[in-house]
């Protein structure tokens, strides 16, 4: 029998454009990339997947408002969205109209508008239309009202086993209210 092992895998090596060292692969939380050896002294990065945007479905009698491409159903990162095809050239992104709450008003800025929102986990959450000048949050529906404890201005559905509760959707005072 030979001393070649079986499967030979061929070493391309590739050198770090900033410094020479060689590139080597490395995990972060987005998934595998190639990294300098000579971390920390040279921090030059390369993603293995330059676009993780991937096209699923070409939308040929759509077209994009900015550049007059046809527009694409894509999957990236955060899921589904509407793009143009001719990206990178194009940046266009089709946005949904945030939900407004039944007209609650912010309770922090008394400006904007509370509007449903999900997170990138897929979690519905509650924020201020005026973000990022203003970074008020709420995990529940918000609900119109004043707490009966503390008063203030904004109160919120908590589900639970016993059904919904209304709770202040104050941070520090949190007080479920009585009927």
């Known amino acids: 029998m030979s001393d070649q092992p079986l499967f030979a ?3 391309h090596k ?4 900033l410094c020479q060292h060689e590139l080597v692969m490395k995990s972060g939380k987005h998934g595998p990339f190639l990294g300098c050896s000579n971390y920390p002294a040279c921090s030059y990065i390369q993603n293995l997947h330059p676009h993780e ?3 699923v479905k070409l939308l040929d009698d759509t077209p994009c408002p900015s550049c007059g491409s046809a527009l694409a159903v894509k999957n990236g990162r955060y899921g589904m969205f509407i793009g143009c095809s001719n990206f990178p050239e ?3 992104i089709v946005h949904e109209e945030p939900v407004i709450v ?3 008003q912010c309770p922090q800025c008394q400006i904007g508008q509370l509007v449903e929102r999900t997170s990138k986990y897929g979690k519905t959450f509650y924020g201020c239309n005026q973000y990022p000048k203003c970074d008020f949050v709420l995990n529940f529906k918000p609900v119109a009202g004043t707490c009966q404890s503390c008063g ?3 109160l919120a559905e908590k589900p639970g086993a ?3 509760k209304l709770i202040c959707a104050s941070r520090k005072c949190q007080t479920v209210q009585q009927p």
């Open 162 to 164: 016993n059904g919904v």
């Open 14 to 17: 590739q050198l770090c454009p």
């Open 53 to 55: 945007s991937t096209v």
């Open 102 to 104: 039944d007209d609650v």
């Open 152 to 154: 203030f201005n904004l």
């Open 9 to 11: 895998i061929p070493e």
């Open 90 to 92: 194009c940046h266009f």
